[in-house]
């Protein structure tokens, strides 16, 4: 499956922004989603997983409370809502899918990526 992301952008901290990743074939409901980030001269690191139905989701402790991750699967499109945005939030951030069952997924089991799209937040 091909992926785009988009949605990304300057925000001040303490704002929000929702990312959007776009996937192209017909059967992204056969995906697991999972969204990554990585920051200048950092590793890229998990950030949110939703399960094919959308009904599960999982995610890392840093943006627990603050992001959520949806899907619409007639829409083969899946979001990030990003709220209280700090300025260690800032870096690129990938969406991927995984052909797989379950959401506690490491970046070498999913099998698309995304091109990313660039989150700065400022101080």
């Known amino acids: 499956v091909q992926l785009q992301a988009s949605g990304g952008g300057l925000v001040q901290a303490g704002g929000s922004l929702r990312l959007s990743c776009a996937a192209s074939g017909r059967s992204f409901s056969t995906y697991v989603m999972g969204w990554f980030r990585q920051a200048p001269g950092k590793e890229r690191e998990f950030v949110a997983a939703i399960t094919r139905s959308g009904a599960g989701t999982h995610y890392a402790d840093s943006v627990k409370g603050r992001f959520a991750v949806s899907r619409d699967n007639a829409k083969n499109t899946v979001y990030l809502q990003m709220n209280s945005l700090k300025p260690e939030d800032t870096a690129v951030y990938h969406c991927?899918?995984?052909?797989?069952?379950?959401?506690?997924?490491?970046?070498?089991?999913?099998?698309?990526w995304g091109q990313g799209t660039l989150v700065t937040v400022s101080s």
């Open positions: 991927a899918a995984a052909m797989r069952v379950v959401i506690y997924l490491g970046p070498n089991e999913y099998d698309d």
